[in-house]
């Protein structure tokens, strides 16, 4: 199972930038797929998930200005972010899992979004 994500750069703020992560390895439509993400020195937060039936959950700090969406055709979630804020620079993660009788999970590698102000 790999994940890789992409779409991470330099954006100013107030900014847009959409983030891919794309699975292969097996199908994972029942998953459970987001993105967490990590700043220098802090711990790292969850900043949006999407569950297999297509239940949304964001962080506050993140609410009305990210869009988290998936295409299980294309084992691929991805989040769009826009009115980008330089304390939204971090390292986003993705990850896909599932609990069923025990956790399956996976990470991909990481992606910079540094945002100017």
């Given at each position: 199972?790999?994940?890789?994500?992409?779409?991470?750069?330099?954006?100013?703020?107030?900014?847009?930038?959409?983030?891919?992560?794309?699975?292969?390895?097996r199908t994972?439509?029942?998953?459970?797929?987001?993105?967490?993400?990590?700043?220098?020195?802090?711990?790292?937060?969850?900043?949006?998930?999407?569950?297999?039936?297509?239940?949304?959950?964001?962080?506050?700090?993140?609410?009305?200005?990210?869009?988290?969406?998936?295409?299980?055709?294309?084992?691929?979630?991805?989040?769009?972010?826009?009115?980008?804020?330089?304390?939204?620079?971090a390292v986003?993660?993705?990850?896909?899992?599932?609990?069923?009788?025990?956790?399956?999970?996976?990470?991909?590698?990481?992606?910079?979004?540094?945002?100017?102000?």
């Amino acid at each position: 199972v790999q994940l890789q994500a992409s779409g991470g750069g330099l954006v100013q703020a107030g900014g847009s930038l959409r983030l891919s992560c794309a699975a292969s390895g097996r199908t994972f439509s029942s998953f459970h797929m987001g993105w967490f993400r990590q700043a220098p020195g802090k711990q790292r937060e969850l900043v949006a998930r999407i569950i297999g039936g297509g239940t949304t959950n964001y962080a506050d700090s993140v609410k009305g200005r990210f869009t988290i969406s998936r295409d299980n055709a294309k084992n691929t979630v991805y989040l769009q972010m826009n009115s980008l804020k330089p304390e939204d620079t971090a390292v986003y993660f993705c990850y896909v899992n599932r609990y069923s009788g025990r956790l399956d999970e996976y990470w991909g590698q990481g992606t910079l979004v540094t945002v100017s102000s």
